[in-house]
């Protein structure tokens, strides 16, 4: 079982910038995929940005609408990762939630609680 901390969410006027936090326990995460996707009112669950284990280390992956604007990353025991987010618009607000991928045979999804991102006009 993994257990994710989300913060860093709140309000923030448009062209502002929020740093989200998740830190993850609970089993070994070098080796796992962690990331954000995001939840707007009346809109289905998106991917944000992620971070992926490769044997190069970790990769970083993003929707075509965040790369520009949103920077993540993760620390190098692996158990963290950060979502920098820039120049936000109120179009991003959402709940943010931290995502944990465990890949293997059967690959395995946790989930954080979410973050409230609030961006005013």
């Known amino acids: 079982q993994v257990q994710m901390v989300e913060s860093g969410g709140g309000v923030v006027q448009a062209g502002g910038s929020l740093r989200l936090s998740c830190v993850a326990s609970?089993?070994?995460?070098?080796?796992?995929?962690m990331g954000w996707y995001r939840q707007a009112p009346g809109k289905e669950r998106e991917f944000v940005a992620r971070?992926?284990?490769?044997?190069?280390?970790?990769?970083?992956d993003y929707d075509d609408c965040a790369k520009d604007r949103f920077t993540i990353s993760r620390d190098n025991a692996g158990n963290a990762t950060y979502v920098e987010m820039n120049s936000l618009q109120p179009e991003t607000t959402a709940i943010y939630y931290c995502?944990?991928?465990?890949?293997?045979?059967?690959?395995?999804?946790?989930w954080g609680q979410g973050t409230q991102v609030t961006v005013s006009s």
């Open positions: 995502s944990v991928h465990v890949p293997g045979p059967v690959p395995v999804e946790y």
């Open positions: 609970g089993r070994t995460l070098v080796n796992v995929d």
């Open positions: 971070t992926r284990w490769t044997c190069r280390g970790y990769t970083s």
